[in-house]
C-alpha cells in the first residue's frame, strides 16, 4: 500500500461550529477523517500505522485539523474504528469498521448495495438495506489473499514498486490466471510464470484478478455495488475489472480509503446530538 497524502487546502480560519473526527486504526494504515456540521469532509490524513497506534493517531489528527484550519477543540466529538480503534486515547467511542465502512458508505450513496471493502489485511463483504440498515456482512481476517498485504508480497516478489502495479497490469495483452490464493503458493507460481517467459504485465494483472476471485466467491452481489478500502483507492483497475466481469456499474467514493473513518465520524456527529 502507499500511503496518501492530505490533499492541498488553502488554510480556513478556525471554526466556531462543532466538527467531528473519525478515526479508523487499520493494522496497515490509520485514516482521519474531520466532518463539519454540514457533513463536508474538511480534514482527512492517512499514515501507516507502524508499532505505536496512539502516536499514529494523534499524529493524523493533527495533519486533519491543520488541513481543515481547525483547533483541537473544534472537534467536539471523536469516535474510533479498526483494528486499533482502543489505541485512540482522544476517542469519545468506538464503533465496529463494519458499522462505520456501512454508515460511510451510505452517506455517499443512499441506497440499497452490497459494499466491496479491499484494505490492507482483509476484506469485507457488507449488504444494506435502502435505509442504509446492515443485512449481512462477511469478512475474511485469517488469510491474506484477496487483501492489499497478498499485493505488497507479490510486488516484493517480482522486484516491482507497488505503485506502478496498476499501470503494468494495464498493458496487459494476455491476462495471466493463477491458480492459487494463498500468498506462499501463488509466489511459487509467479516465479514458475517467470520461468515459463510470461510477461510481468500479465502477471501482474492476473494477481489483480486474483484479488477479485477471491472476494467475490465471499459472497453474491446485489444489483449495486459499492467498492472502497485503500487497494481500491491505489490501484483502480481492480474497480474496471470488477465492472466488467459483474457487468455492474460501481459506484466509488471521493476518497475510498477514508470511507470507515467518515462513517466513524458520523457516529460521532450522531451522538453529540443525542
Given at each position: 500500500m502507499i500511503d496518501e497524502q492530505p490533499a492541498t487546502r488553502n488554510p480556513q480560519?478556525?471554526?466556531?461550529?462543532?466538527?467531528?473526527?473519525?478515526?479508523?486504526?487499520?493494522?496497515?494504515?490509520?485514516?482521519?477523517?474531520?466532518?463539519?456540521?454540514?457533513?463536508?469532509?474538511?480534514?482527512?490524513?492517512?499514515?501507516?500505522?507502524?508499532?505505536?497506534?496512539?502516536?499514529?493517531?494523534?499524529?493524523?489528527?493533527?495533519?486533519?485539523?491543520?488541513?481543515?484550519?481547525?483547533?483541537?477543540?473544534?472537534?467536539?466529538?471523536?469516535?474510533?474504528?479498526?483494528?486499533?480503534?482502543?489505541?485512540?486515547?482522544?476517542?469519545?467511542?468506538?464503533?465496529?469498521?463494519?458499522?462505520?465502512?456501512?454508515k460511510g458508505c451510505y452517506h455517499y450513496f443512499p441506497m440499497a448495495m452490497t459494499i466491496i471493502d479491499i484494505g490492507g489485511q482483509d476484506n469485507k463483504v457488507?449488504?444494506?438495506?435502502?435505509?442504509?440498515?446492515?443485512?449481512?456482512?462477511?469478512?475474511?481476517?485469517?488469510?491474506?489473499?484477496?487483501?492489499?498485504?497478498?499485493?505488497?508480497?507479490?510486488?516484493?516478489?517480482?522486484?516491482?514498486?507497488?505503485?506502478?502495479?496498476?499501470?503494468l497490469a494495464r498493458k496487459s495483452e494476455e491476462m495471466v490466471e493463477l491458480g492459487s490464493y494463498c500468498t506462499v503458493f501463488s509466489g511459487t507460481e509467479v516465479l514458475e510464470k517467470i520461468r515459463q517467459g510470461k510477461k510481468v504485465t500479465d502477471i501482474v494483472k492476473g494477481l489483480f484478478f486474483s484479488v477479485i476471485k477471491r472476494v467475490l466467491e465471499m459472497d453474491s452481489l446485489t444489483d449495486r455495488v459499492a467498492m472502497t478500502g485503500g487497494v481500491v483507492a491505489h490501484n483502480p483497475i481492480l474497480v474496471e475489472m470488477v465492472k466488467e466481469i459483474t457487468a455492474r456499474d460501481i459506484l466509488v467514493p471521493e476518497f475510498p480509503q477514508l470511507t470507515g473513518a467518515v462513517g466513524a465520524a458520523l457516529f460521532a456527529m450522531e451522538e453529540r446530538s443525542t
Open positions: 480560519p478556525a471554526t466556531h461550529n462543532p466538527l467531528f473526527a473519525g478515526v479508523d486504526v487499520g493494522a496497515s494504515r490509520t485514516k482521519v477523517a474531520i466532518l463539519d456540521t454540514e457533513k463536508r469532509l474538511i480534514g482527512h490524513a492517512v499514515r501507516k500505522s507502524g508499532t505505536d497506534f496512539t502516536e499514529t493517531a494523534e499524529i493524523c489528527l493533527k495533519s486533519s485539523l491543520k488541513m481543515a484550519g481547525a483547533l483541537r477543540e473544534d472537534v467536539a466529538s471523536c469516535v474510533s474504528t479498526g483494528y486499533g480503534r482502543k489505541n485512540v486515547l482522544f476517542s469519545d467511542g468506538t464503533k465496529t469498521e463494519i458499522g462505520c465502512h456501512a457488507i449488504k444494506l438495506d435502502n435505509q442504509g440498515r446492515r443485512l449481512n456482512f462477511k469478512m475474511n481476517r485469517k488469510c491474506a489473499a484477496g487483501t492489499g498485504a497478498f499485493l505488497e508480497e507479490m510486488s516484493m516478489r517480482l522486484g516491482i514498486p507497488l505503485e506502478e502495479m496498476d499501470s
